[in-house]
């Protein structure tokens, strides 16, 4: 080999070397601050739960992390407002609390959400995760409305083997017999003779079907409106996800839920006159 061929060589070598070293520290780096982020996570939890300051003082003489967001959490804590009534839930022992300071004023079991994902095509892909950090009870319902998302028709078109159709007001469905219509706020059928059957109200597992499709109602719509299924109370905390009773009490203890936090309807009806709207709620 001559001069000239082994020094190309020997270049092309190190360069693959330098290569190597530097996706190496890359890595490292990322692993680092992975672990820091999580170190963070769970000590900024314990303090939640255990209304320590301290824990989150050692955070950031340890890590660095004296930042805006950093400051604002520690100013909305439990411990800067110890007068202050608040929820806590463990995700992992499926456990709610209801504190002020270090008291527990209530505590029962939860189910929370399974985690589990659903691709719907060109109808969408959801992912059933219980949103975790701080949140607030921003409304109060007795005797709530539930009013399904898409994924819950895509849910159960799966179960079945069906397909889905969305129907607008106004807008009509054949079904060889008649058609599939809206009229005042219902979703009818109306047959070949002119006689018009309101399809009744709507039930979990017994959603309207025609065609081999799954028949989706417009929003506003009786059929869109599911009683029963978030049980007696609800605290609502935005964006879809709330704190609720539920119609399946032996899913309770589980992680099973399509994200919200159900509770049995005996615990949320002592729950829910002991706390204001405006509640802080941690989710770890």
């Given at each position: 080999?001559?001069?000239?061929?082994?020094?190309?060589?020997?270049?092309?070598?190190?360069?693959?070397?330098?290569?190597?070293?530097?996706?190496?520290?890359?890595?490292?780096?990322?692993?680092?601050?992975?672990?820091?982020?999580?170190?963070?996570q769970r000590d900024v939890n314990r303090m939640?739960?255990?209304d320590n300051l301290d824990v989150l003082r050692?955070?950031?003489?340890?890590?660095?992390?004296?930042?805006?967001?950093?400051?604002?959490?520690?100013?909305?804590?439990?411990?800067?407002?110890?007068?202050?009534?608040?929820?806590?839930?463990?995700?992992?022992?499926?456990?709610?609390?209801?504190?002020?300071?270090?008291?527990?004023?209530?505590?029962?079991?939860?189910?929370?959400?399974?985690?589990?994902?659903?691709?719907?095509?060109?109808?969408?892909?959801?992912?059933?995760?219980?949103?975790?950090?701080?949140?607030?009870?921003?409304?109060?319902?007795?005797?709530?409305?539930?009013?399904?998302?898409?994924?819950?028709?895509?849910?159960?078109?799966?179960?079945?083997?069906?397909?889905?159709?969305?129907?607008?007001?106004?807008?009509?469905?054949?079904?060889?017999?008649?058609?599939?219509?809206?009229?005042?706020?219902?979703?009818?059928?109306?047959?070949?003779?002119?006689?018009?059957?309101?399809?009744?109200?709507?039930?979990?597992?017994?959603?309207?079907?025609?065609?081999?499709?799954?028949?989706?109602?417009?929003?506003?719509?009786?059929?869109?409106?599911?009683?029963?299924?978030?049980?007696?109370?609800?605290?609502?905390?935005?964006?879809?996800?709330?704190?609720?009773?539920?119609?399946?009490?032996?899913?309770?203890?589980?992680?099973?839920?399509?994200?919200?936090?159900r509770m049995r309807n005996g615990d949320i009806?002592?729950?829910?006159?002991?706390?204001?709207?405006?509640?802080?709620?941690?989710?770890?």
């Amino acid at each position: 080999m001559s001069i000239r061929s082994y020094v190309s060589h020997g270049g092309k070598m190190v360069w693959l070397l330098l290569l190597g070293f530097v996706a190496a520290a890359a890595a490292s780096m990322l692993f680092v601050g992975k672990t820091i982020d999580l170190r963070f996570q769970r000590d900024v939890n314990r303090m939640v739960y255990n209304d320590n300051l301290d824990v989150l003082r050692g955070i950031k003489a340890q890590e660095g992390l004296l930042t805006d967001s950093l400051r604002r959490l520690m100013t909305s804590t439990p411990g800067a407002a110890a007068d202050q009534p608040y929820i806590v839930v463990s995700m992992a022992d499926h456990q709610l609390w209801f504190k002020k300071g270090k008291n527990v004023l209530f505590n029962a079991p939860v189910a929370t959400g399974s985690g589990k994902e659903l691709a719907g095509g060109s109808e969408g892909q959801w992912r059933f995760e219980t949103p975790r950090g701080r949140l607030a009870v921003q409304g109060k319902s007795e005797n709530p409305a539930w009013v399904p998302p898409d994924w819950h028709y895509v849910e159960q078109a799966r179960k079945k083997g069906l397909g889905i159709v969305h129907l607008s007001s106004g807008q009509s469905i054949p079904t060889g017999d008649g058609v599939i219509t809206t009229s005042g706020g219902e979703v009818v059928k109306r047959l070949n003779n002119g006689q018009v059957i309101n399809l009744g109200d709507a039930k979990e597992g017994h959603e309207i079907v025609a065609g081999g499709n799954i028949i989706v109602p417009p929003y506003g719509t009786t059929q869109r409106r599911y009683m029963g299924v978030l049980g007696t109370r609800r605290l609502e905390l935005g964006n879809g996800y709330g704190i609720h009773g539920t119609d399946h009490p032996e899913s309770i203890g589980q992680s099973v839920s399509h994200g919200c936090v159900r509770m049995r309807n005996g615990d949320i009806e002592k729950l829910y006159p002991m706390v204001p709207v405006g509640t802080p709620v941690y989710i770890y």
